[in-house]
């Protein structure tokens, strides 16, 4: 009788609770930098006596279009990150959304 109280005690002992993570919504706005917003400007246009003026000033305008493009793809996947927030949780607003995961439950933003 008394081993089977021990082995009780000891069982009971050793149980520990699994750990509860409680996420809680937090609103992030995005933050875009000014850099993305911008730009470079048209190359001058040459006064081209031979070919590989030309093709060198097309080459410049390719380079100014694909750094626009890539600004403008990395403001646009920003955007549409919070649009899809936006949809999934309409009462947050705009922003982008973050879970934290801290102890002592959940508390509105």
């Keep these: ?5 021990v082995i009780c005690a000891l069982l009971a002992g050793c149980a520990a609770p699994p750990p509860v993570t409680i ?6 706005q995005p933050d875009i930098p ?4 911008d730009c470079p400007g048209d190359p001058v246009v040459p006064v081209a006596a031979r070919q590989s ?6 080459a410049q305008l ?3 279009h694909a750094i626009c493009a890539n600004h403008l793809g990395a403001v646009r996947r920003t955007l549409q990150a919070t649009a899809s927030t936006r949809e999934l949780w309409p009462e947050l607003g705009d922003g982008l959304v973050r879970k934290v995961a801290y102890r002592g439950g959940w508390k509105p933003a």
């Design 1 to 5: 009788m008394m081993r089977a109280i």
């Design 23 to 28: 996420t809680k919504i937090k609103l992030v």
């Design 34 to 37: 000014a850099a993305l917003l």
């Design 53 to 58: 003026q030309v093709a060198a000033y097309i």
């Design 62 to 64: 390719w380079e100014a």
